[in-house]
């Protein structure tokens, strides 16, 4: 069971917009930023979004992060087939345990 | 480029222990911490710890604490992840991901596939 929740899948169809959403506590989401991760079938994990909603370089601006009090959400909009991977929310959790990082149990979107 | 290239697939036995790698290039080792992460078959991510090259500062999951060992080698760029005493459940995909500016995991390494079969 992971720490952040997300649901398990979500679907569009091409142009489309969708989006994930990542739920927390005060300890994570609350009181840190959110971090997003695109996992390619078969290819390790790659940084989508950071510190809520920003884009490394490189990410097309299709792609979006919001966060509000302890739950945040990734959208895509103009949905492209490409789009279709695993999208995993992270943040920093500041427990009594920790700190450590915690990680959504991850959304499988399929591009219809 | 910034890279973190990982040492090749392991098929171990139960009980055997097992150490992988993770070899930093395109930048300055000691300067970014190194995490490792899990990816079990068909399931989610999940942080194992982290290590700072600098000073070998290691900082665990409450889930992987006494488990598994991380350590580094800043003589050599690299950074490693170790079992004593490997379970089946130990399966899985293992990455290394580098700490960034941003504040994210950024490169990640090409994975470690560990089997651990009988």
């Known amino acids: 069971q992971s720490v952040l929740t997300q649901p398990p899948s979500a679907s569009g169809t091409p142009g489309q917009r969708v989006t994930i959403s990542c739920s927390g506590s005060?300890?994570?989401?609350?009181?840190?930023?959110v971090y997003w991760y695109q996992q390619l079938p078969g290819t390790a994990p790659k940084l989508l979004i950071y510190?809520?909603?920003q884009r490394p370089s490189g990410v097309p601006d299709r792609f979006s992060g919001s966060k509000s009090g302890t739950s945040a959400s990734l959208a895509i909009s103009g949905l492209r087939s490409e789009d279709e991977a695993d999208y995993y929310c992270a943040a920093w959790d500041d427990s009594l345990s920790g700190p450590f990082w915690v990680f959504g149990g991850g959304t499988k979107l399929t591009v219809l | 480029e910034v890279q973190l290239v990982q040492s090749g697939a392991e098929v171990k036995k139960p009980g055997e222990s097992l150490r992988i790698s993770c070899k930093g290039s395109?930048?300055?080792?000691?300067?970014?911490?190194i995490s490792w992460v899990r990816q079990m078959p068909g399931k989610g991510l999940e942080w194992m710890g982290r290590i700072d090259p600098s000073d070998s500062y290691t900082n665990y999951s409450p889930s992987f604490q006494g488990h598994v060992t991380i350590s580094a080698d800043k003589s050599i760029s690299t950074a490693y992840l170790q079992w004593s005493s490997l379970k089946a459940s130990d399966t899985a995909m293992y990455y290394c991901?580098?700490?960034?500016?941003?504040?994210?995991?950024?490169?990640w390494g090409q994975g470690t596939l560990v089997t651990v079969s009988s």
């Open positions: 395109g930048y300055s080792f000691t300067s970014y911490w």
């Open positions: 991901a580098r700490g960034s500016e941003t504040g994210g995991f950024d490169p």
């Open positions: 510190r809520n909603n």
């Open positions: 005060s300890s994570n989401i609350g009181s840190n930023y």
